[in-house]
Every structure is written in C-alpha cells, then in structure tokens.
C-alpha cells in the first residue's frame, strides 16, 4: 500500500510563492511518475503537473506554465511543486498523485491510483 502525504499549503498574496511537498511510503517510488491536480469546488479535478519516474521529463498546464515548477528526490521518496507568481486562480485543494502503471507517464486523472489528502491553497490580498 503506497500512502502520499501531502503538505506546504496555506494563505497566500498574489504575487507570492508556495511550496508543496508530497511524501510517499513504499520502496517503488522511484518507478513512478508523479503528479500534481488540484480541485475547486464543483468543478472535476485539473492536471497542474507530472514529472517522470527519473525526473527527466516534465509536463505542465499552460495555466501555470512558467510559473511553477514540478521536481523530485527519489532519495527522501518526494515530489516537489514550486509555484511562484501565485494568482487568485490558484486557489484550490492541491493533490498529489502516482500514475497506476510504471514507467510511463500520463496527464489523466483517471491514470493515476494512489492520492494525498490534498492540501488547501489561497491566493487573495
């Protein structure tokens, strides 16, 4: 059983930058892309970012594209989101999440198996 815990939200001003971290159990996670979504309410969960099982390769949303940065140390077993420039429409519940097969790579929810709890993020003056 993998569990993800996620952490590094809160209140924020636009403008100004964040940190999450997402720390995962188990021995595999260096075989697996991870990836960040985030939610609002009534609205389905959106991709922000994914970054190979190596930390090789990275996909991002145009909505954060240059302003935030997904990476990952296999060695402590997390993955990191740093997201600068914050907006207002940042402000989510931010999950992260493993993709269900290894060695590859996806941007869908739906390819992703093990979830955080998530973690609230606001962005307003």
């Known amino acids: 059983q993998v569990q993800l815990v996620e952490s590094g939200g809160g209140l924020m001003q636009p403008g100004g930058s964040l940190r999450l971290s997402c720390a995962a159990s188990?021995?595999?996670?260096?075989?697996?892309?991870m990836g960040w979504f985030r939610q609002v309410p009534g609205k389905e969960r959106e991709f922000v970012a994914a970054?190979?099982?190596?930390?090789?390769?990275?996909y991002y949303a145009d909505s954060v594209k240059g302003r935030f940065t997904i990476s990952r140390d296999n060695a402590k077993n997390t993955v990191y989101l740093q997201m600068n420039s914050l907006k207002p429409g940042d402000t989510a519940v931010y999950y992260c999440?493993?993709?269900?097969?290894?060695?590859?790579?996806?941007?869908?929810?739906?390819?992703?198996?093990?979830w955080g709890q998530g973690t609230q993020v606001t962005v307003s003056s």
């Open positions: 999440a493993r993709d269900r097969l290894p060695r590859v790579i996806h941007t869908a929810a739906g390819d992703y198996d093990y």
């Open positions: 188990g021995r595999t996670f260096s075989a697996y892309a």
């Open positions: 970054i190979t099982w190596s930390g090789g390769t990275t």
